[in-house]
């Protein structure tokens, strides 16, 4: 079992291109990103945002100020430059989740049964979906590294373009490892991100089912998806 603290990465920006600022639209009367971010914060997990350092993202950053989630800032374009210079005082065997603001299902259990097999399997780098995992393709994406992991992609990095993602090259370079602890669940083809207005509107129709949607078990959440139709 999961005995040290990991610290939880919440990647936010503003600049989407199909829903821009979808991180501040409400959902359960919360911006997203505070929404998501809530569901995570729990004994062991260290929650830190990672954000653009521009003044295009100011009013994030102040909405994540107002709501007393850290931060840290760094490039737009270069995500993994961001997440290198934000994390560049940890400890090389610290453990470091990434997870998104758009997307919703992740909870603490959830994280932790990643971060557990993680551990269990000893690997440099886990994603919790994709193809065989079981879990939903869109809107589970969590991922864990350990931060000399992260260290080792930022030295073999040969160009630019490399640096706009921040795990392509780290998964070229460990293996993509997908979660298999899930497979049973068959529902890799659900899609529960938000990434465009019809997503948002299906997102905040489910949670409208729970009365504590913030801490709603990922099971549940899962199980209304699989139930109501979008």
């Not at 998501?36 to 994030?60: E, F, G, M, W, Y």
Request: proline share 4%; charged share 25%.
């Amino acid at each position: 079992m999961l005995d040290t603290e990991i610290v939880c990465v919440i990647q936010a920006r503003l600049g989407s291109s199909r829903l821009p600022a979808k991180v501040l639209l409400p959902l359960a009367r919360l911006p997203t990103v505070v929404f998501a971010s809530l569901r995570v914060k729990c004994d062991n997990i260290k929650l830190i945002a990672a954000v653009p350092d521009n003044s295009t993202n100011q009013i994030l950053r102040d909405c994540l100020t107002r709501f007393k989630i850290p931060y840290f800032q760094g490039s737009e374009d270069k995500l993994l430059d961001r997440f290198s210079s934000g994390l560049k005082n940890y400890d090389r065997q610290k453990i470091i989740v990434r997870i998104s603001a758009d997307n919703f299902i992740a909870d603490c259990d959830l994280i932790k049964k990643i971060v557990n097999e993680f551990v269990e399997r000893k690997l440099n780098y886990l994603s919790a979906s994709g193809p065989g995992s079981g879990l939903p393709r869109w809107g589970t994406g969590i991922e864990v590294f350990r931060k000399h992991t992260l260290d080792e992609t930022v030295n073999n990095v040969k160009n630019n373009s490399e640096r706009i993602s921040l795990t392509n090259l780290m998964k070229k370079i460990n293996g993509n490892n997908i979660s298999l602890q899930f497979r049973d669940l068959n529902l890799m083809n659900n899609r529960i991100t938000i990434d465009t207005f019809d997503d948002y509107i299906y997102a905040n129709k489910i949670l409208s089912n729970f009365d504590d949607p913030i801490n709603a078990s990922w099971v549940d959440i899962l199980n209304k998806i699989s139930k109501i139709p979008r």
